[in-house]
């Protein structure tokens, strides 16, 4: 069975460009979050999604990134435009259900995104 | 707000056995995991703890003590591979969706 995918695995864009990350979850997954790692600081949650709806998105920084999750299955996280300090790694993890005890995340190896 | 605080780096020696403690106060806590991240790839699930005690899975295993806000992280015989670094990770139970609340993690170097 595949892991979580994550495309791509670098990217280096200019600042005010707009920059496009998916995430392949588990085959079955209903619930996927992501993450964002910036140099030095811990790993920090952004969104998560139940199948295709929101169920929260109060790590997102600010309304220049966007996530969407259509269908159910795979997940886009776009950034437009796209500034200095959104440079880190994003990491997206799935799980099966959320069970409310030891439903664990699976994660992807992450996309490197450097905005120069 | 959230602290979970872990050493940054430790160093031991192939063979030997080395403890990773996690400290953590957060408000409301719904259980604490531990990754494995090999750089440059994917953290990769080790332990979930939700009660006090120690869950032990082969050479890893893992201690919680609500009360204290602790945690440690113990391996066993260590092995080169197990150069990495080890991040825990705290559920809040006030935030529903299971989403994690990360340490720093710590870079554990295993020399010959």
């Known amino acids: 069975e595949a892991g979580v995918t994550q495309f791509p695995s670098h990217s280096v864009i200019e600042k005010g460009q707009t920059v496009t990350l998916r995430c392949d979850p588990i085959s079955g997954h209903d619930n996927l979050y992501w993450y964002r790692r910036v140099m030095g600081k811990e790993i920090k949650f952004l969104l998560h999604f139940v199948k295709e709806s929101k169920q929260d998105e109060s790590g997102m920084p600010n309304n220049r990134f966007l996530a969407e999750r259509t269908g159910g299955t795979y997940s886009t996280l776009k950034v437009q435009p796209a500034e200095l300090e959104d440079s880190g790694v994003y990491f997206c993890?799935?799980?099966?259900?959320?069970?409310?005890?030891?439903?664990?995340?699976?994660f992807g190896p992450g996309t490197r995104l450097t905005v120069t | 707000g959230q602290n979970i605080d872990q050493p940054t780096e430790m160093t031991a020696t192939e063979g030997a056995i080395v403890q990773i403690n996690c400290t953590y106060q957060?408000?409301?806590?719904?259980?604490l995991f531990w990754y494995q991240q090999h750089a440059g790839e994917a953290p990769t699930f080790l332990s979930y703890?939700?009660?006090?005690g120690l869950e032990e899975k082969g050479r890893f295993s893992s201690f919680l003590s609500r009360s204290k806000g602790y945690s440690y992280l113990l391996l066993k015989e260590l092995q080169m591979k197990d150069s990495a670094s080890y991040l825990c990770a705290v559920i809040l139970r006030w935030r529903a969706g299971n989403m994690l609340t990360f340490g720093g993690g710590t870079r554990l170097m295993v020399k010959p």
């Open positions: 703890n939700v009660l006090d």
């Open positions: 957060t408000s409301g806590f719904n259980g």
């Open positions: 993890a799935s799980s099966q259900g959320v069970a409310g005890t030891g439903d664990e995340q699976y």
